[in-house]
């Protein structure tokens, strides 16, 4: 009896072992998604802007933009805003001067990279574009919502990680769309191009 008791508490012991090990090397394994973070982007961002419509009459503007991002879980989402703000010192051949700023916000699906470095995303982004300068205030006095129109911001962009607090914002591309009053058709369709850092909390 006694060798049949040592053999059960040491079988015992064993599966309870084995259990355990078990237990704790699922408790180690990463998951395969990882949470996301909370982020702060700045970056320079060049627009490539049309106005007045007919021909294209464009420009290049030179700004600043700062992109908030907070994460929905579960799943891949987060909600972002965005501010941009650009200007140009002279539009097209003429000494007018343009400065545009937007306000956006919306969602942002960052596709699941698992344990890449380069993490992709896509928002759709919209609020208002407020703008300022002569060519607003002087030679068309008649855009009279210059002080806020609608404004969508629609595209993706690339992520570098570094580690868990910063990265490097390669290449963002959107489609930004403002309807600043211009007497032909009321809506501008400019392209956004931005680069910068990341810091992730």
Same mark, same amino acid.
Request: with cysteine; glycine share 8%.
């Given at each position: 009896?006694?060798?049949k008791?040592?053999h059960?508490?040491?079988?015992?012991?064993?599966?309870?072992?084995?259990?355990?090990h078990?237990?704790?090397?699922?408790?180690?394994?990463?998951? &395969?998604? @990882? =949470?996301?973070?909370?982020? $702060? !982007?700045? +970056?320079?961002?060049?627009?490539?802007?049309?106005?007045?419509?007919? %021909?294209?009459?464009?420009?290049?503007?030179?700004?600043?933009?700062?992109?908030?991002?907070? &994460?929905? @879980? =579960?799943?891949?989402?987060? $909600? !972002?805003? +965005?501010?941009?703000?650009?200007?140009?010192?002279?539009?097209?051949? %003429?000494?007018?001067?343009?400065?545009?700023?937007?306000?956006?916000?919306g969602?942002?699906?960052?596709?699941?990279?698992?344990?890449?470095?380069?993490?992709?995303?896509?928002?759709?982004?919209?609020?208002?574009?407020?703008?300022?300068?002569?060519?607003?205030?002087?030679?068309?006095?008649?855009?009279?919502?210059?002080?806020?129109?609608?404004?969508?911001n629609?595209?993706?962009?690339?992520?570098?990680?570094?580690?868990?607090?910063?990265?490097?914002?390669l290449?963002?591309?959107?489609?930004?769309?403002?309807?600043?009053?211009?007497?032909?058709?009321n809506?501008?369709n400019?392209?956004?191009?931005?680069?910068?850092?990341?810091?992730r909390?």
């Amino acid at each position: 009896m006694r060798i049949k008791s040592k053999h059960t508490i040491v079988l015992l012991l064993a599966i309870a072992s084995v259990s355990a090990h078990r237990s704790c090397a699922q408790t180690q394994q990463p998951s &395969p998604d @990882k =949470p996301l973070r909370s982020e $702060l !982007a700045i +970056d320079y961002s060049f627009v490539r802007s049309n106005a007045p419509p007919a %021909s294209c009459t464009c420009f290049n503007m030179n700004g600043v933009s700062a992109t908030y991002a907070w &994460p929905v @879980k =579960p799943g891949h989402f987060a $909600l !972002a805003g +965005d501010i941009t703000i650009a200007h140009a010192g002279s539009v097209g051949s %003429s000494e007018e001067s343009l400065t545009l700023s937007t306000f956006t916000a919306g969602v942002r699906y960052l596709p699941p990279v698992h344990d890449w470095r380069i993490q992709p995303f896509g928002q759709v982004l919209v609020g208002l574009v407020h703008s300022a300068g002569t060519v607003v205030e002087g030679s068309n006095p008649g855009a009279a919502n210059a002080g806020a129109a609608f404004a969508s911001n629609i595209g993706g962009g690339l992520d570098l990680k570094a580690n868990r607090r910063f990265a490097i914002r390669l290449i963002e591309a959107d489609y930004l769309l403002t309807t600043i009053d211009n007497s032909t058709n009321n809506h501008q369709n400019d392209l956004r191009i931005s680069a910068g850092v990341v810091l992730r909390f």
